[in-house]
């Protein structure tokens, strides 16, 4: 069964759990801009990751995976800012479920973990909300700070071992 591992990434976090899950599955892991994720004819198994980018992968991700993956046996992976567990991550979840599915794949694996947010991007925030005040669209409250922080040590060891895990027996 020849498999193989397609992420965007744009600073690191969702390349860290592909590499991890190409580790398990004993394949290679590309970024979707690469040669090699050009043609996905041959793979049996593809695991697909991507990092939230405004709510879900980013139009470039989108567009990649709408005209290169279907009707495949395929896996999904996902890094984020918010929580995991929560109402946003079910909601990227479903929203990748969605985009992997209208294109006829058939998902067998997923996982999803916490990934620390660009400071340039937190930078960007914290000014926005002081320019905008109470417009602003990301409020900076002491709930939004404490998700920051929590983010910074992700994907860590543990989140590296169960991307292993939740990808294992393909
Ligand atoms: C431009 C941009 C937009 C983002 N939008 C969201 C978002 O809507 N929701 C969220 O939970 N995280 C968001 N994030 C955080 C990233 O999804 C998270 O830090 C991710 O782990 C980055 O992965 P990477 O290192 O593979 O690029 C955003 C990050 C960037 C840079």
Redesign the pocket.
């Known amino acids: 069964m020849k498999k193989l591992v397609v ?10 759990i592909g590499e991890a899950i190409a580790q398990q599955l004993e394949c290679e892991a590309v970024s979707f801009d690469s040669e090699v994720a050009k043609n996905l004819a041959e793979y049996d198994f593809v695991a697909v990751g991507f ?5 879900g992968p980013d139009a470039h991700f989108k567009r990649y995976l709408k005209e290169n993956l279907s009707n495949k046996k395929v896996g999904l992976f996902i ?4 929580e995991p567990d929560g109402e ?2 079910e909601k ?1 979840l479903e929203n990748g479920r969605e985009i992997l599915r209208a294109n006829g794949n058939e998902i067998l694996r997923e996982f999803i973990c ?5 400071p340039k ?1 937190i930078e960007q925030m914290i000014e926005m909300a002081q320019n905008m005040g109470d417009k602003a669209p990301h409020p900076i409250t002491p709930e939004r700070i404490a998700r920051w922080e929590a ?1 910074k040590s ?2 860590d060891e543990n989140d590296v071992a169960n991307a292993k895990k939740a990808f294992a027996g393909i």
């Open positions: 992420y965007s990434s744009l600073t690191g976090n969702t390349k860290k990092y939230v980018d405004k709510g890094t984020l800012g918010a946003h991550g990227m916490q990934g620390a947010i660009d991007l983010a992700h994907p």
